[in-house]
């Protein structure tokens, strides 16, 4: 038992420990512990707390979880005004601004004979957020506010404590007495995805945007509800301060950030309108990339006494500006719903709409996913919605606006049959499998069941066993395959490879030189590698990744055709679900002979390369444990199936065992399922067929085991930025795959190297922030070489 003294001491020190984390965690992006280590730190105060309750004070760490619900909101009277700014939509509004800047300071301004003075700016993006004050006296969170009417918010002091980013005490020393910081509660979009993930989950309300998110996590009653939501705060100046903090506005913002107040990371000073508006076009490039919702970027002016002179107009400041991107919302009407058939049949709504302006882009159409999605909206033909458009996404329908529905509004039917070929469309069916049974649901995907029968089916699957990852067909695009569909030249892929120079110069668009040059890329790609043919043949759930796992693990199509699902479960990344969907594919007759012609000699002649004996790793990598688990009996986890290991040593001891013999390896409940799971001539079949193949697959614990050649690069995580000139991104992918390496897509402490061609930015920058490994193109082809690639 820890006494009180030693217990004060010891929660003083894990406080300033974890006070400490958080800082360099939230503020500096420095962390110098792994999660796991904060978390048992944090585990640890929490104990100590929890044993001597008298010792817990408001500003401890772990006091962020929110205290008792609220009735209501105290009303706050901001000391000085928390103002709006002033917006520019346009780079002329910019420019006007900066003119205005510099004639309220009596500066001579640009003519024929020099560009005049240029004034510096801070410049930091706009979040998305909701603006909130928060108060420190003698360097103690006392208070948070909203922004309210910028003369009276509320008063949210219980929820801003939860947040994690927040210091409930400032760092370091030298703070005013008296420090009131203002900025920008907001969510990322990481935690807005999971939130609402977990809303849909427990049947809650989904929130339509992170800003709606974050504002209404803020503004709850009950702090605890707040504590659990993902926000962050990042501050962007000072409101009332007993005394001066430095004479600029990013020297200010740079003294918060010493005393613990996060602020922006894309902080940075300009000097001149000109490099203004380079760093909105920089900002405006890298907007998607960024991991929280910007709307616009703030320039203002950086000297403090500048500010002072120029002053305010009622609202707004005479000396800060935001610089608006276009609008990524926008209201209009849904004229229509059509349904579109996929690839794998799926029959999806698209929303045909009034055309509008989003985002700099008229808008005409926008994905509804599927059916539930209309459900969940209440959409219906004639509503007002909201539309949302991001960078490239496709836009999406929000929200309906019900105040505004029509009363000869249309409900939104599927249709009974294919739009296309006029086949039954069905509702999918869900299977989901646990011990012992399958539990059948209707899932939220209607299929046309016309398959390739249905044109627009053998369409999409004909673009997608084309394109460039898949078979890499360059010539065959999407309209020319439509010719070749709608013209009845081929019903199947095979049929690609059996087209004729006649048939090909025919059609629009071609002639010599193009026709012979389609004849010839055909011809080229008659030796894929296996995992380029099997995510090619567009089996449901399998992507580029999993036709990876697939081609590198089994090293043969014979051995994936045949493969069960639980064999399959071996692989890494290989559900149960997706296992099922690959075993169901093959064990297709149509698919069956689909494959058989494309691989016949007399008729398509692919030759699949990279095929071989079964990877090392998985040579007798089943153990009869986890093949009797993978069986799902009833009441029998890994630790039964274990048992029944250890005592029969057999599948077939297994499936001979009579009561007592049972009744020795586990409890009487548990030997009961067993004996009545293998009673059933079918359980135990299939039983006897995994592990047959897994003795013919070189899988079973009793086969041969391989010695396993560590690749070189295995472990290592790397990351291509910029363009690369002498060889494509998806060639240096595969090369570093086949290394052992991971390729991603962002860069993180964890990454090992990155290759930055010509034109790198921002993960150029991050990797040399956090000091990983760079190389350029000449000279990761040079290591390529090492390795004999």
């Not at 004034?119 to 928060?134: H, I, M, R």
């Not at 993930?197 to 503004?219: C, H, I, V, Y």
């Not at 030249?489 to 006649?502: G, K, M």
């Not at 008659?526 to 590198?552: M, S």
């Amino acid at each position: 038992m820890t006494d009180a003294s030693t217990a004060t001491q010891r929660i003083v020190q894990l406080r300033a420990e974890l006070d400490g984390h958080n800082y360099r965690y939230h503020v500096l992006d420095q962390p110098s512990i792994p999660d796991a280590e904060y978390d048992r730190l944090f585990r640890e105060l929490q104990a100590l707390e929890s044993q001597y309750p008298q010792l817990v004070t408001p500003e401890s760490p772990t006091q962020r979880v929110g205290a008792e619900a609220l009735s209501a909101f105290g009303e706050v009277r901001h000391e000085i005004p928390m103002l709006s700014l002033g917006n520019a939509f346009e780079e002329e509004d910019l420019r006007a601004f900066d003119r205005s800047v510099q004639a309220g300071l009596g500066l001579k301004g640009g003519d024929l004979f020099g560009a005049g003075v240029e004034v510096e700016y801070s410049c930091e993006p706009k979040l998305d957020g909701l603006a909130v004050s928060l108060r420190y006296e003698n360097g103690q969170l006392v208070r948070g506010a909203t922004r309210g009417d910028g003369s009276t918010g509320e008063d949210i002091s219980s929820n801003v404590r939860t947040i994690r980013n927040v210091p409930l005490k400032l760092q370091g020393e030298g703070w005013p007495q008296i420090l009131e910081v203002r900025g920008e509660v907001f969510m990322p979009k990481a935690g807005f995805e999971e939130l609402n993930a977990r809303q849909a989950e427990s049947a809650g309300k989904t929130f339509a945007n992170p800003r709606n998110a974050a504002a209404g996590s803020l503004r709850q009653l009950d702090p605890k509800i707040t504590a659990s939501r993902p926000l962050e705060f990042c501050c962007y100046g000072v409101g009332q301060v007993s005394g001066e903090i430095s004479s600029t506005q990013v020297g200010m913002l740079e003294q918060l950030k010493a005393w613990g107040i996060p602020i922006s990371r894309e902080l940075k000073l300009a000097k001149g309108v000109q490099a203004c508006l380079d760093y909105y076009r920089d900002i405006g490039e890298r907007r998607m990339a960024l991991a929280y919702d910007i709307d616009g970027v703030v320039f203002k002016v950086n000297n403090i006494e500048d500010q002072q002179q120029l002053g305010f107009r009622a609202r707004t400041p005479h000396w800060a500006i935001a610089n608006k991107f276009p609008a990524q919302e926008e209201l209009t009407e849904l004229l229509d719903v059509e349904f579109q058939v996929g690839r794998t049949g799926a029959v999806t709504p698209v929303a045909r709409l009034k055309p509008v302006k989003v985002a700099g882009v008229i808008v005409a159409n926008a994905t509804l996913h599927n059916m539930d999605e209309v459900a969940r909206l209440g959409l219906m033909i004639g509503d007002t919605v909201i539309i949302r458009r991001a960078g490239d996404v496709i836009p999406q329908v929000m929200q309906v606006v019900l105040e505004r529905r029509p009363a000869d509004a249309k409900p939104v039917l599927i249709p009974e049959s294919c739009p296309v070929c006029g086949s039954h469309v069905e509702r999918t069916q869900l299977v989901k499998r646990s011990k012992g049974k399958e539990t059948f649901s209707e899932g939220s995907v209607y299929r046309c069941v016309g398959r390739l029968a249905c044109g627009a089916q053998l369409k999409q699957a004909i673009i997608h066993f084309v394109s460039r990852r898949a078979m890499d067909i360059e010539g065959l695009g999407d309209k020319t395959i439509e010719q070749l569909v709608d013209e009845a030249l081929i019903t199947s892929p095979a049929d690609l490879y059996t087209l004729a120079y006649e048939q090909i110069i025919n059609l629009e668009g071609f002639a010599e030189v193009s026709s012979n040059k389609l004849l010839q890329a055909i011809a080229d790609s008659k030796k894929p590698t296996l995992a380029r043919f099997i995510y090619a043949l567009g089996i449901p759930d399998v992507g580029e990744e999993t036709a990876k796992v697939l081609g590198r693990s089994l090293a043969s199509l014979e051995r994936v055709q045949q493969a069960l699902p639980e064999v399959l479960t071996y692989l890494p990344d290989v559900g149960l679900e997706v296992a099922h969907e690959i075993h169901s594919f093959f064990a297709d007759s149509h698919n069956q002979q689909v494959i058989a012609a494309l691989l016949s000699s007399d008729e398509c002649g692919l030759q699949l390369q990279e095929q071989g004996e079964l990877s090392a790793e998985f040579s007798a990598s089943a153990t009869l444990a986890g093949m009797l688990d993978k069986l799902n009996i009833p009441s029998v986890g890994p630790g039964g199936a274990q048992k029944l290991a250890d005592k029969f040593v057999s599948l077939d001891a297994v499936l001979a065992a009579d009561w007592l013999d049972m009744r020795q390896a586990l409890p009487e409940k548990q030997a009961n399922a067993v004996r009545e799971f293998f009673a059933v001539t079918a359980n135990a079949e299939r039983a006897r067929a995994i592990e047959a193949q897994l003795k013919a697959f070189g899988m079973h614990w009793h086969s041969e085991k391989k010695v396993v050649e560590g690749l070189p690069l295995a472990g290592q995580t790397w990351v291509l930025t910029g363009s690369l000139e002498i060889m494509s991104r998806d060639i240096a992918k595969e090369k570093l795959e086949s290394l052992g390496a991971k390729v991603a897509g962002s860069v993180s402490a964890k990454t090992s190297c990155v290759v930055a061609g010509p034109g790198a930015g921002s993960k150029l920058a991050k990797a040399s922030e956090l000091g990983v490994r760079v190389i350029d193109e000449a000279q990761f082809v040079l290591a390529l070489a090492g390795y004999g690639l």
